[in-house]
């Protein structure tokens, strides 16, 4: 380190920097080293054990249809129709413009008797306009028979778990025994109540059917190829493990369904967070209920495509869940309901390593404390930990979107560029600091309206405001890690300029709004 402050004419700085190095910063990032290390190893031995137990599933041929009964629902000529299960079927909705029709339509398209099933779109929309637009489209779609209702309420209190609770109150609903909830971007096949119900109905253990995302708009751009990588991880490996070990995992929010019964029994949608669907997951697991995950039954919905739009997300998935982790551990921890090792599943997997850990080492360790050893030869990041750890997590995450392989090192780059937030959102729902610790803001979906109409005038070139195409946490965090990187260019032996220069460049990228999708001002 003299090195740096030789001939510069700051010889009192280096002095003081010296007089506290040995003293206070080498201990100090000694120690940030072995908590980093720690979290590393605990991250990377749950993705081994997932791992293992996919291969384990694969390998056995497991199938759903062997653990549980499922059968096609009969008709009984003497009931007729009464022999199917009553189903609702909710859509929140909130100024959705542009995929409003396409998933009503879905809904109503649903294969099931039309006397056994009801279509509640509840319209939180504060737009007039679009409020008007989606009650004539349930107007237009009552008109051909469809048993559909358009609710709306009095103001947005408690958000999405806010309007799917004052959805279940209203007396049509208690002649129901399932209800399905969709997105408004999210768009089902005809047969997904034909492929769910029947778990539900011979199975009286079973509270939710989960079905897999399938992303309309995956090809994009790079950015939600990105997305594709994670979300495809999160299903095929998250998802399949918890429900083939522990026959529990965290609801996704959308393309379920679920045991009105086992809702209630839970006490029903919570809005104490930004994740009421993992939050009522909990809640009705710590009951004795069990979850099945169906990863051959796809539902299209669309990425986030902006910048913008996708940041609000990420915060909201990482805050919410740290939040809740710190409201319920101790109710998880007492409960008496369900095992040891559920309950040990729940607490340490779950949450504390998937939502809390994976955020906060990837960040600290791989963003600021492993560039900041540069500058402290005296401390030393073993290769496994600086490299083989990272390297083998990374080669697991790619094994679920297959067709993106190529793409691994710009996944890695990108994945520590959101880390930054992962982590913020994570220490905001910690600690509950601040107002953005209940921010909900809807992830705005683009639909069809960057798609060009036939015969119509060629569009607006894209324009950008210059407030919202800079974001100053990523350059700041980029020119931190340039200046790490030239310094370990010309006084380091741990050739770690080369990460260091193309994260650096990662971050750039993102911090001046080179990313996702540009739309149009109109």
């Known amino acids: 380190m003299e090195r740096v402050f030789s001939g510069t004419g700051h010889g009192q700085m280096g002095m003081m920097w010296e007089q506290v190095r040995a003293p206070l910063i080498v201990p100090f990032m000694k120690i940030m080293v072995i908590i980093c290390l720690a979290m590393s190893v605990m991250l990377f031995v749950e993705r081994v054990c997932m791992g293992i137990i996919i291969a384990v599933v694969k390998l056995m041929k497991y199938k759903l249809e062997k653990r549980y009964k499922w059968e096609a629902i009969k008709e009984d000529l003497e009931i007729g129709n009464s022999c199917y299960p009553m189903v609702l079927v909710q859509i929140p909705m909130y100024n959705e413009k542009e995929v409003y029709q396409l998933s009503i339509g879905a809904a109503c398209g649903l294969s099931w008797p039309s006397d056994r099933i009801i279509i509640q779109v509840l319209d939180d929309s504060t737009d007039p306009i679009i409020k008007d637009l989606v009650e004539l489209e349930c107007k237009r779609w009552a008109g051909k028979g469809i048993n559909i209702k358009y609710e709306i309420r009095g103001n947005r209190n408690g958000y999405k778990a806010g309007a799917l609770k004052q959805g279940m109150k209203h007396p049509y609903v208690n002649q129901c025994e399932f209800v399905a909830i969709f997105d408004a971007d999210f768009q089902p096949d005809p047969d997904f109540l034909w492929r769910t119900i029947p778990f539900l109905a011979h199975n009286p253990e079973l509270a939710l059917v989960q079905a897999r995302w399938k992303f309309v708009n995956s090809d994009e751009c790079l950015m939600t190829r990105m997305q594709e990588m994670s979300l495809d991880y999160h299903f ?3 998802q399949e493990a918890g429900s083939a070990t522990h026959a529990f995992f965290g609801f996704n929010g959308t393309a379920g369904v679920w045991r009105i019964s086992a809702l209630n029994e839970a006490g029903g949608w919570k809005d104490r967070t930004t994740v009421e669907d993992m939050d009522l997951a909990v809640r009705v697991s710590l009951k004795g209920w069990k979850f099945v995950y169906v990863g051959d039954l796809k539902v299209k919905n669309e990425l986030p495509s902006t910048f913008k739009a996708y940041r609000y997300q990420q915060h909201r998935w990482s805050c919410g869940p740290a939040n809740l982790f710190k409201k319920m551990i101790i109710e998880i921890a007492r409960n008496k309901k369900v095992t040891v090792w559920k309950k040990f599943y729940v ?15 990837t960040f600290i360790f791989y963003c600021v404390v492993l560039p900041a050893t540069v500058f402290v030869p005296e401390v030393q990041v073993p290769k496994w930990g600086a490299i083989y750890i990272p390297s083998i997590v990374s080669l697991l995450n790619a094994v679920g ?13 990108f994945e520590n560029v959101m880390s930054l937030h992962r982590t913020k959102g994570t220490f905001i729902g910690l600690f509950e600091a601040g107002t953005r610790v209940n921010e909900w803001v809807v992830t705005k979906k683009l639909g069809e309206a960057l798609k060009a109409k036939p015969g119509s005038k060629s569009t607006k070139k894209p324009r950008l405001q210059i407030g919202e195409s800079v974001y100053v946490l990523e350059i700041f965090v980029g020119v931190y890690l340039f200046l790490c990187g030239c310094y370990d260019l010309s006084f380091g032996k741990n050739h770690y300029f080369i990460y260091l220069f193309l994260q650096a460049m990662a971050f750039f990228i993102v911090g001046f709004g080179y990313i996702g999708v540009f739309v149009p001002n109109s």
């Open 347 to 361: 607490i340490y997997s779950f949450f504390f390593v998937r939502k809390i850990v994976a955020h906060l080492v």
């Open 401 to 413: 979107t297959p067709r993106s392989f190529h793409l691994l090192v710009f996944w890695i780059l």
């Open 236 to 238: 095929i490996v998250e």
